[in-house]
């Protein structure tokens, strides 16, 4: 063992296959599960669009980068507090500190392979991110454009353009003008803007995501109720922003598809609206501060996973979930006040960052010496804080129980325990009480005794067929 120390290969080669096996396992259910939530919103775009099954793999496929932005931290963190929990529950970790192997042995191994996992986060965010959202955005634009083009046909109305109906008496094949064309526009008026042309043709502007309409030779008609217009024209352009059905499922932000110096640049530039620039700034830090966060709650899986003991219930993987969940609340909240100008941009969105910094060096400080994660003091007075608690609601449900005139029994109490004078017993189950006398009033599963027989039918329970004879009810 003293050889290996001198020359660790081997044993951090063990530690990381005992962390990569649980990441991956992890990883591909977190994407397995990310898959599904994403999946809903595209069914409606294509649906709509009826896109082949190529183009919606492509299409879709531009998504993952964005969910492994936020699936390969999650995973690192499984990897990491599974494996190490397994490792100290099967009484490894035990003998290696008895070969004196200390804690701050183990933990190259773990940064290691936590910064190889955050280094390609950080890809991701910085580098295919951009680029996914490029390309999504040229595939989406690329398939409403083929609708468009697929819908408009010689001596046919189209509708695929929405409120914008046209009609062409003739498509050259060739070189795809129009002649002799119609175009019905609602958009925004009660009565419909009509637009005769004798020819006319499509452009296309992937930047805008949108198409236009170029008519030449024509006119233009304008009804209202008070009075009609007619303008002719030699040239006239109809203007049509290509939209998704579902924007939310293939939306693409402007900034998205910018990269990290067209970010900081644009964010420094004057005239650029300050709202604008802070809003670019934060996608600047953005980019930079999760792949780290992946690396510091990575780190933090090392103190919980150490937690488990033999025979005793593992809590690290519950409580490896809790600070992930924690880690994105506390992102939202350093993001909010960013935008809000509560707090300077760097200072807001790297301070969540430093506090798990904190956290990961004080748990790994205390396992490494044979500490609990949380200070004696601390324990304790979150455990009284606890208790107190628990005896609040505890006298408040005895407090309305006293109050309605209800006490209930407890199976596990002496069967011997004496009765309230008069009381009368009820069976929750099948809401019916008895009376002193009855042959049933000392069953076991009447666990409910009332102080009298008023108190009893205003709970809703009924008297059994014995004592309501005897009682003389109707």
């Known amino acids: ?22 990441f991956f396992a992890s990883f591909l259910i977190m994407n397995c599960v990310f898959f599904l939530v994403k999946l809903i919103p595209f069914l409606n775009f294509v649906l709509e669009l009826q896109i082949d099954f190529s183009d919606f793999t492509r299409l879709f496929s531009y998504l993952f980068p964005n969910i492994f932005l936020y699936s390969i931290p999650m995973s690192a963190m499984m ?95 060739e070189t795809g003008n129009w002649s002799d064309v119609w175009v019905s526009d609602m958009r925004g008026v009660e009565n419909p803007v009509i637009t005769m042309a004798s020819s006319g043709h499509m452009e296309s502007d992937i930047q805008d995501m949108n198409v236009t309409i170029v008519l030449q030779n024509g006119s233009l008609h304008k009804p209202s109720n008070e009075s ?31 990269t990290m110096g067209e970010l900081l640049q644009e964010s420094k530039d004057e005239r650029v609206p300050v709202k604008e620039q ?7 830090h953005k ?17 919980l996973g150490l937690q488990a003991r033999p025979g005793k219930k593992a809590i690290g993987i519950q409580a490896g979930l809790g600070i992930f969940i924690i880690y994105y609340i ?22 969540p960052n430093l506090f798990f910094f904190c956290l990961a060096v004080f748990w790994i400080y205390r396992v490494s010496n044979e500490q609990t994660l949380v200070p004696a003091i601390l324990s304790e007075n979150l455990v009284k804080l606890f208790t107190a608690i628990k005896r609040f609601f505890a006298g408040l449900v005895a407090m309305v129980k006293n109050r309605f005139g209800i006490v209930q029994r407890d199976h596990d109490d002496d069967e011997d325990a004496p009765l309230l004078p008069g009381a009368i017993r009820g069976n929750a189950k099948s809401r019916v009480f008895h009376v002193p006398g009855c042959e049933y009033y000392t069953s076991k599963n009447c666990s ?7 108190i009893a039918l205003d709970s809703g329970f009924e008297p059994c067929r014995f004592c309501k004879n005897k009682m003389e009810l109707p």
Not at 278 to 284: C, N, V, W
């Open 287 to 303: 980019r930079m501060v999760l792949p780290a966060g992946c690396l510091l709650i990575s780190l933090i899986g090392l103190p």
């Open 448 to 454: 409910i005794e009332f102080k009298n027989i008023q």
């Open 79 to 173: 990897g990491v507090t599974i494996g190490f929990a397994r490792l100290s529950s099967d009484s490894e970790i035990l003998a290696l500190k008895a070969s004196g192997i200390s804690m701050y042995k183990i933990i190259p191994p773990v940064v290691i392979v936590t910064a190889i996992i955050a280094l390609f986060t950080a890809y991701f965010s910085m580098k295919l991110i951009p680029l996914s959202e490029i390309a999504m955005k040229q595939l989406t634009y690329q398939l409403l454009k083929e609708k468009v083009n697929k819908g408009i046909k010689p001596h046919v109305f189209t509708e695929a353009l929405g409120d914008v109906v046209v009609y062409v008496d003739q498509i050259d094949k």
């Open 278 to 284: 802070r809003t670019l700034l934060i996608e600047f």
């Open 228 to 258: 009609a217009q007619i303008v002719e024209f030699d040239q006239y352009k109809i203007h049509i922003p290509l939209s998704p059905p579902n924007s939310k499922a293939t939306q693409v932000k402007k900034r998205n598809v910018l």
């Open 1 to 22: 063992m003293k050889q290996n120390f001198k020359n660790p290969q081997l044993l951090y080669t063990y530690l990381a296959t005992e962390m990569l096996a649980p």
């Open 330 to 351: 506390f992102f939202t909240i350093g993001k909010s006040m960013a935008e809000k100008a509560t707090l300077p941009v760097a200072v807001a969105m790297w301070g």
